[in-house]
């Protein structure tokens, strides 16, 4: 197996989603999305993130997809690769909190109407474009959440985003939902998850990360990033910190404020996972990196 296979089954590791057939059908995936950002001679990214619970306590955005997309772009503009984030109003606060806690305030972060943001981006020369936990339109253009629920309300078309421009797209995912998961074909998620034939995302990306958390496919991705780029690898593993994750879930949690998408409670946790659980599996995927 190579290190970037062993890494991508460290992050496919099942927390309870039956995630098992999407992990079988994006089998490689992982190579694919670092390989495109490794050999690209430049690299401008545009990120989009930011999951609405409204049933959280408070109604929020979820811990994981910003707190992830803050450690990812730690290490990423340590590695000198200009990055900007898109979200909406309703996750704004959490996706700035969790990056201002990674030392990253200077990253813009829009979140005007999707017309605006492709035109910022465009004008900004965004080359690639990376979806990380951002709820999609399912097959019939509502975005649901995991209990199928329509959250088109609180829920902006960022996939409009996603397939406007002349980037390259690029996505991460766990639960069949999300931008990008249209990679798969729809029965695969039907027969997966449950509600997976009403939530299936229609978007699909040119290369997909499926992982058992988000968070852990963008630490996972900088982990490869780490293996084909031996000359970036020190600036990429540096932001592979537990303290520093620690540090950004604490912020966005209570600052931000920020909920667990599965117990939907204002908490230290990630799809009901304790940060103990979470930094064992960030020292694993560290470790893979060899």
Known sequence: MTRIAAIEALIQEEVG????????????????????????????????????VPRGSPPAAETDGPV?????????????????????????AAC???????????????QAAVAD?????RAAGITHVLAVERCGLAADGVPRNLRGEDVSAMTAPL???FLAGPWVRLAIGDGGNEIGMGSLA??????????????ACRTAADHLIVAGVSNWGAWGLLAALAVLRPDLRAA?????????????????????PAVDGVTTLQAMTVDGLPVARHHAKLAAIRAAVG
């Open 159 to 161: 996939d409009q985003v």
């Open 68 to 92: 992830g997309v803050a450690l990812l772009l730690r290490g990423l503009r340590a590695a000198g690769i200009p990055c900007r984030v898109a979200t909406d109003p309703p996750c704004a």
């Open 117 to 121: 943001i492709i035109a910022t981006w």
């Open 186 to 199: 729809a029965e695969v998620i039907a027969a997966a998850v449950r509600n997976g034939g009403r939530i």
């Open 236 to 256: 990429l593993l540096a932001a592979l910190d537990p303290a520093l994750d620690a540090a950004i879930m604490q912020a966005t949690v209570y600052d931000g």
């Open 96 to 110: 700035t909190t969790a990056l201002a806690a990674a030392g990253l305030a200077d990253v813009p972060v829009d």
């Open 17 to 52: 989603r039956n995630i098992a057939a999407m992990c079988a059908a994006s089998a490689g995936g992982l190579q694919a999305v670092a390989g495109v950002l490794a050999d690209a001679a430049e690299v401008r990214l545009g990120v989009i993130t930011g999951f609405y």
